[in-house]
């Protein structure tokens, strides 16, 4: 069993930056893909962002790119998500998730769809 909890959320003014953070208890390894999701209302879930094992296994949708950097930390069984150049767009409920997976092929966001743990959230809120 893996228990998830985010921080880090808040409310920023557009280009500002946040780091969220997720701690994981329990049964957490590094050859567990962990990633963020974020929501908002009325719209489908989507991914931001994953990694498996060492920090050069990072993952990011497309429209993340060059601005949010995911890393983790194996020994603390944390995973961070620094966000930089924050635009209203990015408003959103984020969450974190975590699966075991066979290795790092499928960490990549257009695999790591369903995965099993999942965090409660933490709200992101960009102003214009």
């Known amino acids: 069993q893996v228990q998830l909890v985010e921080s880090g959320g808040g409310s920023v003014q557009a280009g500002g930056s946040l780091r969220l953070s997720c701690a994981a208890s329990?049964?957490?390894?590094?050859?567990?893909?962990m990633g963020w999701f974020r929501q908002t209302p009325g719209k489908e879930r989507e991914g931001v962002a994953t990694i498996y094992a060492g920090n050069e296994n990072a993952y990011y949708a497309d429209f993340v790119k060059g601005r949010f950097i995911i890393s983790r930390e194996n020994a603390e069984n944390t995973v961070y998500l620094q966000m930089n150049s924050l635009q209203p767009e990015d408003t959103a409920m984020y969450y974190c998730?975590?699966?075991?997976?066979?290795?790092?092929?499928?960490?990549?966001?257009?695999?790591?769809?369903?995965?099993?743990?999942w965090g409660q959230g933490t709200q992101v809120t960009v102003s214009s």
């Open positions: 329990g049964r957490a390894y590094s050859n567990y893909c």
């Open positions: 998730a975590a699966d075991l997976v066979l290795d790092s092929t499928y960490c990549k966001l257009g695999r790591f769809v369903t995965p099993f743990y």
